[in-house]
């Protein structure tokens, strides 16, 4: 584990972070997500559910774990976890091996 910007990490690192199923993004990282790639119409567009991941193929690919209905909601461990899960098969079928990601679940 490496600590610092997650938007420095190399190139070759996919960024990482939670989100929710209505893409609002208003706060904190996805806030920066948001402002940076301008993208949530297309994250919209996948028609994502709770515990699944979202994703985009920019400069940087980002990969969206949806882990709640409502920005203004918490997530539960149950749905946290099964993101998670659908992260690292996502990982696995496309050769992922790095992600650059907060943390989650505090």
Not at 6 to 30: Q, R
Not at 42 to 68: C, F, M, R, S, Y
Not at 89 to 98: A, I, L
Request: aromatic fraction near 12%; include cysteine; charge should be neutral.
């Amino acid at each position: 584990m490496t600590e610092g910007n997650l938007f420095e990490a190399p190139a070759e690192f996919s960024l990482v972070h939670c989100v929710s199923t209505d893409f609002i993004m208003s706060e904190g990282i996805a806030l920066e997500f948001r402002k940076r790639y301008r993208s949530t119409d297309v994250l919209k567009g996948q028609g994502k559910q709770l515990g699944e991941v979202a994703t985009l193929h920019l400069p940087d690919e980002n990969i969206h774990l949806v882990t709640k209905s409502k920005f203004y909601h918490k997530p539960s461990y149950q749905i946290l976890w099964q993101s998670l899960w659908y992260l690292k098969e996502y990982c696995v079928n496309h050769h992922d091996q790095f992600l650059a990601m907060p943390k989650i679940g505090c």
